[in-house]
């Protein structure tokens, strides 16, 4: 009988830790009332001096003053995202490991990843940057306009290359695509792990253009080395007030698709969390530092937190993959 009573306390024992174990994560991590009470970290999926590093850097400086501890950053390309999107979903559903998430995020999921991840995989937690798309050339280039580059690749006999982050249908390579549909233009694209690659390759004369973002283009435009033909945006961006738009260059093209650059992080990560994280980074947001870099790299607030940006998320998911069927690159 004593024998018995043991063997039941034994496994009631062994209930209790896999009833424990099995518990909601957000149940466990709501427990942290003090968060953030260690550094948290930013994984980001391009190479250090890209668009996304650059806004990485300036929101973590920023954030640690607001947070009032570390906000460090790491840095994990490869595979378009895949190799940050593996780590982020492995990592604990504590707001202590986010990364920050583009519009390629979402294409890649699509393309390359579709089967491995999806959008709903993540929290998405705040939506903070739109970025719009420059063209650039190199300063000696013979294309001193649009229309130069234009008419120059619709000849027999000239392919143009054309660089920027991640592989066809990419966001990078999406923006360019919409005009080359326009106008009906035939060319190469060719792929780097951020702005800053593709931008060597382009003073290298590895390739003919390159299509990225303000940020990673703007000290070189300074400089005299590069020439920025359009920007794909409704208006003129303050930093850059003598480059036309799309539209004025000649080819008006739908300019609602943008990068993005937010926070996303693993999937299950308490609500609270989430909205401290938010709060923080939006405060954030707001120093003078982070205005100023704001300002002069032509960047477009984002205000959507964790109750809207899954939304937003879910609609710019389905603009990419009306374009990615366009191109042919998904069913």
């Not at 035939?186 to 003073?203: D, E, K, R």
């Not at 909205?275 to 954030?284: E, H, I, T």
Request: charged share 20%.
């Amino acid at each position: 009988m004593d024998l018995r009573i043991k063997c039941w306390a034994g496994w009631a024992f062994v209930l209790s830790v896999v009833m424990f174990s099995g518990l909601d994560a957000q149940m466990v991590y709501a427990a942290d009332d003090t968060f953030p009470s260690k550094p948290i970290t930013i994984v980001v999926h391009t190479g250090a001096g890209s668009s996304t590093d650059i806004f990485a850097r300036e929101l973590a400086q920023s954030a640690g003053k607001v947070f009032g501890k570390p906000v460090v950053v790491v840095n994990r390309p490869g595979g378009s995202g895949a190799t940050q999107m593996a780590f982020i979903k492995s990592a604990a559903p504590d707001g202590y490991t986010v990364g920050v998430n583009t519009a390629s995020h979402l294409t890649a999921m699509q393309t390359n990843l579709k089967g491995v991840y999806k959008w709903q995989d993540f929290s998405w937690i705040t939506l903070n940057q739109l970025d719009p798309y420059i063209t650039v050339v190199a300063a000696d280039s013979p294309y001193k306009t649009m229309k130069d580059l234009v008419e120059a690749g619709k000849k027999e006999g000239v392919n143009l290359k054309v660089g920027g982050f991640g592989t066809v249908g990419a966001a990078h390579n999406i923006a360019f695509n919409l005009l080359a549909d326009k106008a009906k233009m035939p060319f190469t694209w060719v792929s780097y792990t951020g702005g800053p690659q593709a931008m060597t390759a382009l003073l290298g004369k590895h390739i003919d253009v390159v299509n990225t973002n303000p940020g990673p283009a703007l000290q070189f435009a300074e400089a005299g080395r590069i020439r920025i033909l359009g920007i794909l945006d409704d208006t003129r961006a303050d930093s850059l007030p003598q480059v036309p738009t799309y539209a004025e260059a000649g080819y008006p093209v739908d300019s609602s698709w943008k990068q993005i650059r937010g926070i996303f992080g693993p999937k299950e990560i308490p609500a609270e969390i989430q909205k401290k994280l938010a709060d923080g980074f939006f405060k954030a947001m707001q120093t003078p530092a982070f205005q100023k870099y704001m300002k002069e790299t032509a960047q477009i607030a984002g205000t959507q937190g964790p109750t809207e940006y899954p939304a937003f998320v879910e609609k710019m998911d389905g603009i990419g993959s009306d374009w990615l069927k366009k191109l042919g690159l998904a069913k």
